[in-house]
């Protein structure tokens, strides 16, 4: 018995492959929202290589990327300001805004202020930022603003990792400010 999905199938039956161009389409518009253009576009090369088999990819990559350059030519609505400001006050003095710059400027972070990093490397983020700016709730303030959870287990899991401290010596210049 083959497998159930729903994906949207190609052809006028609900046989065969998924359709490769909503795939692509997915992806291209899930990486934009959480990565930004560039970030579509190397996850979009990686994906094209291992769809390579499928029927039709060429031309659904080529659509796929049309798009990613499309969106990037064409300006994005203006939307009206929220009564609820992006960062806690906390996030948002002179001395956050100059270490969220920093990050920013490092690719460790994307300009909405959400980590480009692991989990535990986010954490170890998170840690240090706090720990810099004198933020008691740390980690409630960060899992709240990046929408995660338990990160100061994953902040133990960092300490315990060799890399970590790589990582620090690339975080600390950026955050001493």
Known sequence: MPHKTNLPRS????????DIQWLLDQMVDFYLKHGGPTEARNQLNKIAAALSFMGGWFEAYCHAMDSIEHLCATPMPTTPPTDK????DKLCTPHAMRIWQRLQEANLIDSDYYPLTSRTQSAVIAYEMGRRLGIADKWKTF???WNRKNMRIDYNKAMAQTQTTDFLDIL???LDT
């Open 11 to 18: 052809g006028p039956q609900a046989e065969g492959p998924p």
């Open 85 to 88: 400001p992006l960062l806690p």
């Open 143 to 145: 899992e709240a603003l």
């Open 172 to 174: 600390k210049p950026l």
